[in-house]
Structures are given as C-alpha cells and as structure tokens.
C-alpha cells in the first residue's frame, strides 16, 4: 500500500470564506501515483471546515447567510467562550455545522465525484494562516 501526506496552508482575507481546494487534491493525488484507494481532507483547525459541494456563487452567499443567521459573529457577548477571552464563539458552531473533513474515493487515478461535487475550504476565523491535511492511500 501506498501513502502520501501533504499540507495545504490559507490565509483568507476575511473572517469568513470558502475556498475551492478540487485543483490541490488533485494535483495531490497525481504526485502521489495512487490510482485505487481514498483521500481524506480535513481542516486542522477548529474554526475551519472541508466539506462537499456545488461551485456556485450564490450557494456560497446562502451559506454565508444561514451561518450567520445560525451563529452571529456579534454580539461576542452571546457566546461563553469568548468569556475565555476569544472572540471566535461563532467560528466553533459554524465549523461544528459545516463539518471537520470529507473523504473521496479514488478510482482510476480520478477522485470519484458525483455530479457537480466539488472540495470547499471553509474559514470561519480568517485573516490569519491555517492548513488542511490531504492524506492519500490506496495502489
Ligand atoms: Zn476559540
């Protein structure tokens, strides 16, 4: 069995953003040479998000919307962790929903989507650097 490991960092301009990753993965799993097996993706921070779904800007901004409307950044008052002198209460939830990683199958040197399926960087405590683990295994 095969395995590759790399690191991909961000630093988004805002507190909140979503990145499409699709490109890196793949470049990932060309340099790895593995054609049969899984990826796993996963954000290594707990106010960020890799999740599945449409490259569509106004699916973003509904995302944004809902997060928002579910978890507002202000008043930071509304949040106990912030009383641990934190302002990213609202990060934490937004992730929790969002999801921590996704895992993708591989066959024939391909990641094995279905339709319009594509990888997403989620930030919800930006403008600072962050990463997210690729781990690939398989033959
Ligand atoms: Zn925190």
């Not at 928002?68 to 509304?78: D, K, M, N, T």
């Not at 002198?85 to 929903?97: P, S, T, Y």
């Not at 996704?102 to 650097?129: C, H, N, S």
Request: glycine share 10%; with cysteine; hydrophobic share 35%.
């Amino acid at each position: 069995m095969k395995s590759y490991r790399k690191e991909l960092w961000f630093n988004t301009p805002q507190r909140m953003g979503f990145i499409n990753i699709t490109g890196e993965v793949e470049a990932c799993l060309r340099n790895s040479g593995i054609r049969e097996g899984l990826a796993l993706v996963n954000a290594m921070h707990i106010t960020a998000s890799v999740f599945i779904n449409d490259d569509e800007r106004g699916l973003h901004g509904d995302f944004e919307t809902w997060l928002e409307e579910l978890a507002p950044h202000a008043p930071l008052s509304r949040y106990r962790h912030n009383q641990t002198g934190e302002d990213n209460g609202d990060a934490h939830l937004k992730r929790q929903i969002m999801g921590r990683e996704v895992v993708v199958a591989i066959t024939a040197g391909k990641l094995d989507f279905g339709p319009w399926e594509q990888i997403f960087y989620g930030e919800f405590d930006g403008r600072r650097k962050k990463r997210v683990l690729v781990k690939i295994i398989g033959e």
